[in-house]
């Protein structure tokens, strides 16, 4: 590899053409041209990808590839299977919320969208709901809210995982709130939840703040319900027998 390749591939911002121009096989000028520079795309595609997904900070690698759909789920009239992975609702700025009991599969299926998500294009954020509150309250305190809310400017996708496992105190409440208010119609968001919505008091205290931020979430929002117990109990069960 000579320098002054390697100099004028930086200077034109070509990051893996000096690197790989060895392994392209020569035709003609116009075919070594075009494979050189599909390859480039190609490469700069899965690396965007990769820094997508980095960037969305998802708890494990589970994806869509790997989910077990099953007949204890339970799809809104207006959407379904196929529909849900075509990720058309993030285009539309709607909402997912999956609510069932833990360990029924909401998890995974809201990573695995997310994923997807990022493979797409999008840029995705994963939060478990607690961990939220707590960066919220402490950007609050550090008056550094502002700047904590612009982080999300071009975030087309927020998951919110695990609403409801855990109450929030009455200023984290407001804080949420005031965040999810900011991304009504101009953020998709997935929110996993093992409450019902008429359940929601418990962790919001405040029932005039509840009932505003149902109302947001669930007006332009697909809500699948999951059915039955747990399956990782259900599964580490069978494999003890």
Not at 203 to 209: K, V
Request: aromatic fraction near 10%.
């Amino acid at each position: 590899m000579s320098d002054p390749i390697r100099s004028m591939c930086k200077s034109l911002r070509l990051a893996y053409v000096a690197e790989i121009y060895e392994t392209i096989p020569f035709e003609s000028p116009s075919q070594f041209l075009e494979a050189i520079f599909n390859k480039e795309f190609s490469l700069r595609e899965k690396a965007k990808v990769q820094r997508l997904i980095k960037n969305a900070k998802f708890l494990d690698s589970k994806s869509l590839s790997n989910y077990e759909w099953n007949d204890r789920i339970r799809f809104p009239a207006q959407i379904d299977k196929e529909a849900l992975m075509s990720l058309d609702f993030i285009k539309q700025q709607q909402n997912v919320v999956l609510i069932g009991s833990p360990g029924t599969g909401k998890t995974h299926l809201a990573t695995g969208l997310g994923r997807k998500a990022c493979e797409m294009g999008h840029e995705v954020r994963f939060f478990r709901v607690s961990h939220l509150i707590e960066q919220l309250e402490h950007a609050f305190k550090q008056d550094k809210l502002p700047s904590f809310r612009k982080k999300f400017e071009k975030v087309d996708l927020i998951i919110l995982d695990e609403m409801g496992y855990l109450p929030f105190s009455k200023e984290g409440s407001e804080l949420l709130f005031q965040l999810i208010a900011e991304w009504y119609e101009q953020k998709s968001l997935i929110i996993t939840s093992n409450l019902e919505f008429s359940q929601w008091n418990r962790i919001f205290i405040d029932s005039r703040l509840t009932a505003a931020l149902v109302d947001r979430l669930i007006h332009h929002a697909h809500v699948l319900t999951y059915s039955g117990g747990s399956y990782r109990l259900s599964n580490a069960l069978s494999k003890a027998r």
